[in-house]
């Protein structure tokens, strides 16, 4: 992949600047920032989930900087403007495992000549990627906010009886299984995505790419009306059906054909004032030229097990750091893995200060409702 030149300064607000940074755990990373690292602000790092990118914290960053602090959100590896990685299905994943991205994190930290963060933030995936560098590396990522996926902890070592019962490790293997058996036959979107057509699938449908990521916006968002999540009792099919398509899909069609069924009218669109057309088009221009498969990969890494021998090394160890959880009231992330989110808050960190469902807002959270979200983010730091 060819190195590329930064985002065009008419995409973004100003005070928001685009830059590059190279040699960066084998990285050129594609990075956003507000505020100035020159004064000695405290750092705060936010990352982003599927399908975003570093833009997805735009409305965000400016009330962050204005607060004090220099605020940096780079495009993952695997995504958007950041280069040195490769996104073919056949391809080695040895780059994209959960160490490797904590690894990208504390490279980039460094290049821009912190030795702490303040604040480590994550959205969906990034969320996840967050918790990891608040557990492995306290003394770096000074505290930590999830948003849209709880973090139930490190997975338990084998012979651990107490955590992990026997009977798990075949509820997971059946659970597909069970979905194909259902009435009406389902998936899981996470192994959906781990498939080799997932890619094509999505970046080469029908209706175009700017279409879909319309409609895949729309559906996990507040402005589709459906999304009223509950807890789910159990990791069982029957429970996980009750979810939207979008995550527990129909089995034989592919996510481009679920998001269509859903697309929003040309009237909703226009009225759609967290993501109007200029601002998709970003998204879309990206995903356009990229395709999806460099962010499919951490998904075949995960629905793979490839990284759960890694991560039992640490089984036990617990987020200490001060936490927060910040999510949507419509956003069946926060449910989608059953017991998970009662998980973070009881065991997996210790020093969890608040957990909050934002009204107005689906799974994008910190787009939908920037808000609220920024004068969370501020009030969570203040009080440290």
Not at 368 to 373: D, G, H, K, N
Request: proline share 6%; aromatic share 12%.
């Amino acid at each position: 992949m060819t190195d590329l030149a930064p985002l065009e300064p008419a995409a973004l607000a100003p005070g928001i600047h685009s830059r590059l940074v190279s040699d960066i755990n084998g990285l050129r990373v594609h990075m956003l920032e507000a505020g100035s690292s020159a004064e000695g602000r405290p750092l705060i790092l936010l990352l982003h989930g599927f399908p975003e990118l570093a833009y997805s914290w735009r409305k965000v960053m400016l009330p962050l900087a204005a607060a004090g602090f220099y605020v940096v959100a780079p495009d993952f590896r695997g995504y958007g403007r950041t280069t040195g990685w490769d996104a073919d299905y056949d391809d080695d994943l040895a780059s994209f495992r959960i160490l490797n991205a904590v690894r990208d994190a504390l490279g980039l930290v460094a290049a821009l000549g912190y030795r702490e963060v303040a604040l480590v933030g994550g959205h969906d995936f990034g969320a996840s990627i967050a918790a990891w560098c608040a557990l492995l590396r306290p003394d770096v990522f000074r505290s930590v906010v999830l948003m849209s996926a709880p973090f139930a902890g490190p997975p338990a070592l084998p012979f651990d009886t107490v955590n992990n019962p026997p009977q798990q490790a075949s509820r997971e293997v059946s659970i597909h299984d069970e979905l194909a058996k259902l009435d009406r036959p389902r998936k899981h979107y996470q192994w959906y995505y781990s498939t080799r057509p997932a890619n094509a699938d999505m970046w080469h449908c029908p209706q175009g790419v700017h279409a879909f990521l319309r409609g895949y916006f729309h559906y996990k968002s507040a402005d589709w009306t459906g999304n009223k999540p509950f807890r789910l009792k159990s990791w069982t099919a029957g429970e996980l059906a009750k979810m939207p398509t979008y995550y527990i899909m129909d089995l034989r069609k592919n996510m481009a054909e679920t998001v269509a069924a859903e697309m929003p009218s040309a009237a909703e669109i226009a009225a759609c004032r967290w993501l109007p057309e200029n601002e998709l088009a970003v998204y879309s221009g990206e995903y356009d030229r990229t395709g999806f498969q460099g962010g499919l990969q951490w998904y075949r890494r995960g629905t793979g097990g490839l990284d759960t021998a890694e991560l039992q090394l640490f089984s036990g160890r617990t987020i200490d750091v001060p936490a927060m959880f910040i999510a949507g009231k419509g956003d069946w992330g926060t449910y989608q893995r059953p017991g998970n989110f009662e998980r973070m808050q009881e065991s997996a960190c210790t020093h969890m200060l608040d957990c909050h469902l934002v009204d107005g807002a689906g799974h994008w959270v910190q787009q939908e409702q920037p808000e609220q979200v920024g004068a969370l983010l501020i009030e969570f730091l203040r009080r440290q």
